[in-house]
Each structure stands twice: as C-alpha cells, then as structure tokens.
C-alpha cells in the first residue's frame, strides 16, 4: 500500500537511527508492518511533525532514499540554536513516533530532467548533500546511460556526509564520478582545495554540456552560482534548492519602525479566533498565539506546511515559493512569509 494514499499526513516510527558524521545522524521512517511504501520524486522533502517536550514541532527534510522503498532516509545536522534539529539529534530513539506529511517540492520536478546530452553536475555541501544523492541514486538505477559528475564540499572526510556510500557507487557505476573536494584531504585519495571556477571545470570538464543540480547553504550557492556565470553555463540548465533562503524585507526598515505600535485584527472564523497583532508583523506569528494548529516547518517560505488562504484584507509576500499562479489568484499565502498589511480574516488550507 502506498503512503499517503488517504490523507496528506501518516503516523511513523523510527525503524533505525545511527551517527551519520560527528554532527549529523541518519534516521530510516517506516511502519510497524511493513506494508507501506514510499512514492515521491528524488529531490523532494517531507515535513516532519516531532514530538516535542511541550509541544508537537514540524521541520522539513529532504528525503535520501529512492522512491518504491519501505522506508524513507533523512540525514538531519546538528544546528546551533536549532530547537528541533538537535532533539533529533540527541533525544529521538529508534521505536519514536513522528508525524509525516506528504513530499513537496519542485527541486526535481518535470521541468527538471537531464538534458539530451544525459550528462548531469550535481554539485553540493553540508546537508545539500541529501536530495541529491537520492537523484543521483534514482538515476542510476533507471537511466543507465546517464553520465553523473558528483561533486561535493566537505571539511574533512569525517565531515562528509555518505562518504562510504558514494565511494561504492563510484565503484559499482562507471557512469557515476565521485568528485569530493576537501579542506583537509588527510587519509583520501580526493583533493584538497575550495571550490571556485578553475575547480568546477577540473571536476566537471563537460559541466557545459550538463544540467546542473545545486544544494547547500546560501552562500555557496551564490559562489556557484557566479562561477557558472563566469564559464557562460546555460543558466536554463540549471537548477537549486535552498533551505535558508534570504529575503528582503518588503516593507522599508523606516516605515516598519513608523507603524511598530499599530494594530490589526486578526480573524480565523473557523476557529472561533479573533486577535490582535502588530501591523507588519507575521501572519504566522499572529495563527501561532491564537492557538491556531498551523503548521510552520521551514519558517522561511520553502516547505510550504504553513500555506492557508486569506479571505478577507491583505498581506504583503516575502515568498511565493511552493504557490502557484492558481494558489495566488484564489488567495493563499505562506504565514510564515506573509507581513500583515491590516485587518485580515484567515481560513487553512
């Protein structure tokens, strides 16, 4: 039986957990029977609901693993400050309970195949690391002509997240080239260097010819992003996910300051809520001290949990990330990047 047949969101267990590097581990999801199985696009990302000491918290994760399995892969890093992440980190036990909500994101979606050259590039550091494994797994295993540079970022071998895992695939598949580049390339026989222009083309010599693939924190990304400028890549072949993006704040600093001590009502009719909330303030922050049950995984306008439709008044967008053009005209939002304009009435998704 597939997950998620039913309903957006299913109960789990912890099946495995083991350390992954000295601040990461690896957790595998399933169920108690087994039946399940796991359909999604490699690439994409589940919202986890855990179990908190006060509360049920969400986050997102990509998934590692490939589609048709009994069980899902997530790698989550230790995060300084990052309430979720390190309970995972530190207190969640194989035979946990957690809550999944359905995959979503566009990382590797039908727009996003490899071209008729079938070469692909994916490039990656830290935890950027783990939806592109899962594509470039996928794609081994279903396209067998497919040539794959891999080129990924890493302090030291220690810190290299699957580092066993995609040695043996370099072993296994004459088309799939582990290129990891190293801070300190001590008991290695991979490179030592930072990335940058001459490096992508030594790494990736047809990375001209290839789709592109980019993971990892905001500004490594921008940095590779600049270096395929540099080259004159194709940027219509070249695709990223972040999960950190940055946002500029669509209302002027002064302004904001200027109409701090204003304020908005807050309605959500369905939920009996009616409140008050700072103009300019967000509209998640505003559903969270109602008691609405929205759910915020990224806080950052990527994962899409906290998606509901403003039916009445305005909010200004800081992130249209997972909406459509359909989404937008009919009035939905994300809470967690939506600045309350005035008074707003609310219904969830």
Request: hydrophobic share 35%.
């Amino acid at each position: 039986m597939q997950a998620w047949s039913n309903n957006g969101s299913i109960e789990l267990i912890c099946l495995k957990k083991w350390q992954e590097t000295p601040d990461t581990v690896s957790l595998e999801l399933g169920s108690r029977s087994s039946e399940l199985t796991f359909d999604f696009k490699p690439g994409q990302f589940i919202t986890l609901g855990v179990n908190m000491p006060d509360k049920r918290d969400y986050r997102a994760y990509s998934v590692s693993s490939i589609p048709g399995d009994n069980s899902l892969k997530l790698t989550v890093k230790r995060v300084e400050g990052g309430l979720v992440s390190n309970y995972i980190v530190d207190h969640l036990d194989e035979g946990d309970e957690v809550d999944v909500l359905k995959p979503a994101g566009k990382f590797n979606n039908v727009d996003c195949l490899p071209t008729s050259s079938n070469k692909v590039t994916l490039v990656s550091a830290g935890c950027g690391i783990t939806p592109v494994t899962a594509m470039a797994q996928d794609w081994l295993s279903t396209n067998g002509d497919i040539e794959i540079d891999f080129i990924h970022m890493a302090r030291n071998k220690e810190q290299a997240i699957y580092y066993h895992q995609l040695v043996e695939l370099d072993k296994q598949h004459p088309n799939f080239n582990f290129k990891l580049l190293l801070k300190d390339n001590s008991d290695t026989p991979f490179p030592q260097g930072r990335l940058d222009k001459e490096w992508l083309l030594t790494l990736s010599p047809e990375i001209k010819q290839s789709t592109v693939y980019l993971c990892g924190p905001v500004g490594f990304m921008k940095d590779v992003e600049r270096y395929l400028g540099q080259i004159e890549f194709d940027m219509s072949k070249f695709h990223q996910e972040s999960f950190t993006p940055e946002f500029e704040s669509a209302t002027p600093l002064d302004s904001a300051i200027a109409e701090s001590n204003a304020s908005v009502k807050v309605m959500v009719p369905s939920f009996g809520v009616e409140l008050e909330a700072d103009k300019n303030s967000t509209l998640i922050d505003a559903l969270e001290k109602g008691g609405v049950p929205v759910i915020a995984a990224c806080r950052s306008g990527i994962c899409g949990s906290c998606k509901c439709k403003v039916t009445k008044g305005s909010v200004t967008l800081t992130s249209t990330e997972t909406l459509s053009e359909q989404d937008l005209a009919e009035g939905f939002v994300l809470a967690c990047s939506s600045k309350i304009d005035g008074d707003v009435e609310v219904a969830l998704n």
